[in-house]
């Protein structure tokens, strides 16, 4: 039975998480294509606004893992970028793994990455995979080297329901849920409202502009999940 997992991989040293560490108020997406060798090309999706893509774009010329990178386009609040690597995936993460080889065969197991996010304490992925084997191979890797924790698993093709004892994820971003959750505590929802967009942004340290982003997914990724989304399968929120 083919299955849908979400997981987080936390571990810092994992391409672009100290980007995402540096500037905690920017969404970024990745995705990995064809490079030289060792150095597979990415591509970064970045939503942020103006004043934050340019604190992502001073990241990205701090830190040793971008050897280059080429602004795409910038469209709907969000910049695409295409990356080269200044670091080979072995230089990056092998004093982490215990098998850089192990990792390489990881990923010619039937898997399909459908995406990944990366976040301050490392890397949040959603994938397809042909079996419970195929999924149990990378979990058992990343638990052997690194942080695992499984956010929510679901069969394709049946409910979007999680299985299994481990699931303990809602689909939200760590972020998302931050946000939403002290939005909440705050009274943000309450009618009427007991405090602002501002009073909510400044207690979690961000721009008002992000927190309205922020909330904005949370709610629409509630409502299509839980309100309208069965029995429709599962569509991953940013």
């Known amino acids: 039975m083919a299955l849908h997992a979400e997981y987080h991989l936390g571990c810092d ?30 591509t970064a999706v970045v939503t942020a606004n103006p004043e934050t893509t340019a604190a992502v774009e001073a990241a990205f010329e701090s830190t040793a893992f971008v050897g280059e990178y080429r602004l795409v386009v910038r469209e709907d609040g969000a910049s695409r970028y295409t990356i080269t690597p200044g670091t080979s995936m072995a230089e990056q993460l092998g004093d982490r793994l215990d098998d850089l080889d192990d990792l390489r065969a990881l990923y010619e197991t039937p898997v399909q990455i459908e995406f990944i996010r990366a976040r301050p304490t490392g890397w949040l992925q959603a994938g397809r995979f ?14 052997r080297n690194t942080s695992f924790r499984l956010r929510k698993l679901t069969r394709v093709g049946e409910s979007a329901e999680p299985f299994g004892d481990d699931t303990d994820g809602d689909g939200l971003t760590d972020a998302q849920r931050e946000a939403i959750g002290t939005a909440h505590r705050l009274g943000y929802f309450e009618i009427p409202r007991t405090a602002t967009l501002e009073d909510v942004a400044a207690e979690l340290g961000i721009s008002a502009s992000s927190l309205s982003e922020r909330l904005r997914r949370a709610q629409t990724h509630l409502v299509e999940t839980h309100v309208e989304a069965r029995p429709r399968p599962l569509e991953w929120s940013r």
Do not use: H, K, T
């Open 13 to 42: 040293a994992l391409p672009l998480v100290d980007v995402a560490a540096a500037v905690p108020d920017a969404e970024m997406e990745l995705s990995i294509g064809l490079g030289e060798g060792e150095r597979p090309r990415f």
């Open 130 to 143: 042909a079996d419970r084997a195929a999924f149990d191979q990378l979990r058992e890797f990343w638990q």
